[in-house]
């Protein structure tokens, strides 16, 4: 079992920055890849970013290409995400994920699927 935890979220405006926390304990952090997917008010869940359990290989939405960020600390149990110059359509509930990574087709990294373990979320909103 894996227990993953965010923070981080708030209210900015737009053209503004927040990080994002996550926070893992239980199974071996390291052996894990952690995603980011994020759900806004009236629309299903999409895939924001994620990295590998190497920490070298990244995968990021288009809509978040060049303003986000992700990144990990494998000796801390944390994943974070970055996020520059947002706008009011990244207002949503932010979630983390992870699941055991493996030899992964790029198409199931975007894919909820692969994580079956999932954080409460942390509300992120963008005023403009």
């Known amino acids: 079992q894996v227990q993953l935890v965010e923070s981080g979220g708030g209210l900015v405006q737009a053209g503004g920055s927040l990080r994002l926390s996550c926070a893992a304990s239980?199974?071996?952090?390291?052996?894990?890849?952690v995603g980011w997917f994020r759900q806004a008010p009236g629309k299903e869940r999409e895939f924001v970013s994620a990295?590998?359990?190497?920490?070298?290989?990244?995968y990021s939405a288009d809509s978040v290409k060049g303003r986000f960020t992700v990144s990990r600390d494998n000796a801390k149990n944390t994943v974070a995400l970055q996020m520059n110059s947002l706008k009011p359509e990244d207002t949503a509930v932010y979630y983390c994920?992870?699941?055991?990574?493996?030899?992964?087709?790029?198409?199931?990294?975007?894919?909820?699927?692969?994580?079956?373990?999932w954080g409460q979320g942390t509300q992120v909103t963008v005023s403009s």
């Open positions: 994920a992870a699941g055991a990574d493996r030899e992964i087709p790029t198409a199931q990294v975007m894919g909820e699927r692969l994580y079956p373990y």
């Open positions: 990295i590998r359990s190497n920490g070298v290989i990244t």
């Open positions: 239980g199974r071996t952090f390291g052996n894990l890849i």
